[in-house]
């Protein structure tokens, strides 16, 4: 059977690869004695039941589409960055204390320098994972797992060490002009986190989609992620690219991260592990195969399993974690790819032969 002759558009790996995720958790509450029908409704209606849950959803997915637009870029160009998580927390660091440090500062500037010193924060960090990859030929993954550590630990350290009063673990929160909430939204979706955020992870998203379309940035890192060797000999700079790509990456998950401290818990405190926004961003790109505008699809349904997820456990005995389940099947399924193509081979296969028997 001849797979590759089988084309199944773009958008039908993701969809039925969030079907058999789905199934896969079905199945698994079934032999588990629990009712899946009612599982899943009370997920859906905790996650869209309500204007206080449809704002929830909105704010998980805001950090999720900048975190999975870095992994995406750094994807292109051939990397496999796996310290979003880590350079998601340095920029939450670094936008928080900026806040805070120079608090006297207007909003027209207290917000957007907030913001951007959290996106350098991101490209600093992976900025050295890229650096290392260009000059030395050290594998990114690795580095970027080492830096997801070093900046756990490190944050922790600041946060402890100069931001926290007394035996305190989380710094005070950040004076209201460089926050990213508004009581007017926060009336509109009933008292939800939801957040200004939202508009500039939208913005991300169409300037991404740009870079790696239409400009030259974007087709050098595309042609250092198809082939390196070849773009070097068609005169391009690998390590130029290599560690542009890193950056932008990097300035997204801070963004991301920035997203956190300025709009969802508007501080920082102690973490005893890394955020999840960098790991769920991974799978967001991975389903919406990078497609920046795939990735907001992608980011609001991570949004309605993470929010709904918590009405499961609120309205029945099952664990919440049947949710992680859920979004693990469905990334093993884009992951797997194949299996969805052999059996959209087998099946045109069958219907050809019916056709021909007829």
């Given at each position: 059977m001849r797979i590759k002759k089988i084309r199944i558009g773009g958008i039908m790996i993701p969809l039925v690869s969030v079907f058999l995720g789905l199934l896969v958790g079905a199945v698994i509450m079934m032999l588990s004695h629990f009712n899946p029908i009612q599982n899943?409704?009370?997920?859906f209606v905790g996650a869209l039941g309500s204007p206080n849950a449809i704002g929830e959803?909105?704010?998980?997915?805001?950090?999720?589409?900048?975190t999975a637009l870095g992994f995406s870029v750094a994807n292109s160009a051939g990397f496999f960055n796996v310290g979003l998580a880590g350079q998601a927390l340095a920029g939450w660091l670094a936008s928080?204390?900026?806040?805070?440090?120079?608090?006297h500062l207007p909003g027209i500037i207290l917000l957007p320098g907030s913001i951007i010193i959290g996106a350098l924060a991101g490209a600093f960090w992976s900025g050295i994972a890229g650096f290392l990859r260009?000059?030395?030929?050290a594998s990114e993954v690795i580095t970027t797992i080492m830096l997801n550590y070093i900046s756990l630990y490190g944050t922790n350290a600041i946060v402890k060490g100069s931001m926290v009063k007394s035996d305190a673990d989380s710094t005070p929160l950040i004076p209201a002009q460089a926050r990213l909430r508004t009581p007017f939204l926060e009336q509109l979706t009933q008292n939800s986190t939801f957040h200004w955020g939202i508009i500039i992870s939208i913005l991300m998203v169409l300037l991404v989609w740009f870079l790696m379309k239409k400009t030259t940035l974007g087709f050098e890192i595309r042609a250092v992620g198809m082939n390196e060797d070849a773009s070097r000999y068609a005169g391009m700079s690998s390590k130029k690219t290599i560690i542009s790509a890193m950056l932008i990456s990097g300035a997204l998950a801070g963004l991301g991260g920035a997203m956190e401290g300025l709009g969802n818990f508007q501080n920082i405190f102690v973490n005893t592990v890394l955020p999840d926004i960098g790991f769920d961003g991974m799978s967001v790109s991975l389903l919406a195969t990078?497609?920046?505008i795939g990735i907001i699809f992608s980011a609001l349904l991570f949004g309605i399993l993470k929010i709904g997820g918590l009405n499961i456990s609120i309205n029945s005995t099952t664990?919440?974690?049947?949710?992680n389940i859920v979004i693990a099947s469905v990334i093993f399924f884009v992951g797997a790819n194949y299996i969805i193509r052999y059996w959209g081979a087998k099946m045109k296969l069958t219907r050809k032969n019916k056709v021909g028997d007829a």
């Open positions: 899943y409704i009370n997920l959803v909105l704010r998980a997915a805001t950090p999720l589409m900048l928080v204390w900026f806040a805070l440090t120079f608090s260009a000059y030395f030929g990078g497609n920046p664990p919440s974690e049947i949710v």
